[in-house]
């Protein structure tokens, strides 16, 4: 069709249907609700500030997120938040409720992923790691059996009162290599962990507690996230052993055409590894860029869960199993904790 032939077309069609595309093509806002702190600031550092200034799309941000959050968002009918952030478990049970949509990756077009980061339902955007880490000047563990073995590593535990973050750490602790730990042998993990339940001064429910806990040394040995304790001389570490996992963004059931066309132009800022750099100047973790390391300082490559040397030390959350077996997990790691 010539340009002319079709500018008459154009003009033939009915108003409303200009008017809303015009408008589509003005969408220049969307909300996303992410889990705030440093990883929040990371991503305004890292994505939103690069998405505006090639775009002009703002990125406005809530925190904190939770399943509960966004179940009462979709249920409640709103358009207004676009994106979600979820962990990997998570991810699984908002796509068995309907809560999340596909994400077009055509549309994004991104740069190379590590491909357990492109998801069908979610953007895997920051690797974090849960690791062992001990107070500065105590005897140092290589390996969980260590880890837990207060005769020989004394002094007091702090441990995540979370099943998925502490019950993997507990059957390594048996002898179980990384590569062997899914299905999870739960009867055994558990059995380990009520061995050494008399050696743990504090079950922690949010993340400063470890690193805080170990500078007051009420507390010599912790398990807890990396991003609290690298680069922190109090602190020695480990991620042998450690569990990398992957924090997604979602795109919310029911989001409009536009808004969804402005997600993927986030997210393929999100694949760039040079942005994936400028977030990980914020805070110690990663993005799913296999060519991220270059872009690294050097100095410092030993802090991030993906470098080369930690990722493949790590065994990877099994979402798909905890999503599985989760709910059955959770009751009996509820009747664990009444007999502490």
């Not at 549309?107 to 979610?122: H, I, L, N, S, T």
């Not at 290589?142 to 535990?157: M, Q, V």
């Not at 986030?266 to 805070?283: D, G, R, T, W, Y």
Request: charged share 25%.
């Amino acid at each position: 069709m010539k340009r002319r032939t079709f500018v008459a077309a154009a003009a033939s069609l009915p108003a409303v249907n200009i008017l809303s595309g015009t408008a589509r093509a003005q969408s220049k806002e969307i909300r996303m609700i992410e889990s705030g702190g440093a990883s929040g600031e990371s991503i305004e550092k890292g994505y939103i500030e690069p998405l505006f200034k090639k775009t002009g799309i703002k990125v406005v941000r809530e925190s904190p997120s939770s399943l509960g959050k966004l179940r009462a968002l979709v249920e409640s009918g709103q358009t207004t938040t676009t994106l979600f952030e979820l962990g990997s478990g998570i991810v699984q049970q908002a796509k068995k409720l309907g809560l999340i949509e596909k994400i077009d990756w055509a549309a994004v077009d991104p740069a190379p992923m590590f491909p357990e980061a492109k998801a069908e339902y979610g953007f895997g955007y920051q690797y974090f790691s849960t690791i062992m880490a001990w107070r500065k000047g105590v005897k140092e563990p290589k390996t969980f059996a260590e880890f837990f073995d207060s005769k020989a590593f004394p002094g007091k535990r702090c441990l995540p009162d979370f099943p998925h973050y502490c019950l993997p750490f507990a059957l390594q602790a048996t002898g179980v290599p990384i590569d062997k730990l899914f299905p999870l042998d739960v009867d055994l993990a558990f059995k380990k962990l009520n061995e050494v339940k008399k050696d743990v001064a504090v079950w922690w429910k949010a993340g400063a507690q470890p690193p805080q806990l170990m500078k007051d040394n009420e507390v010599q040995y912790s398990i807890c996230w990396s991003g609290r304790v690298v680069g922190d001389p109090a602190f020695g570490l480990n991620f042998a052993g450690g569990k990398a996992d992957l924090s997604f963004i979602a795109i919310v059931k029911g989001s409009s055409p536009e808004n969804k066309a402005a997600a993927h132009k986030l997210f393929h800022e999100m694949s760039l590894p040079e942005n994936q750099a400028k977030a990980a100047e914020v805070i110690s973790y990663t993005g799913p860029s296999p060519n991220l390391d270059p872009l690294l300082p050097k100095d410092k490559l030993w802090q991030f869960p993906t470098s080369k040397q930690n990722k493949a030390v790590q065994y990877f959350e099994n979402a798909e199993w905890w999503a599985d077996n989760g709910e059955a997990v959770n009751k009996k790691w509820e009747a664990f904790k009444l007999n502490l």
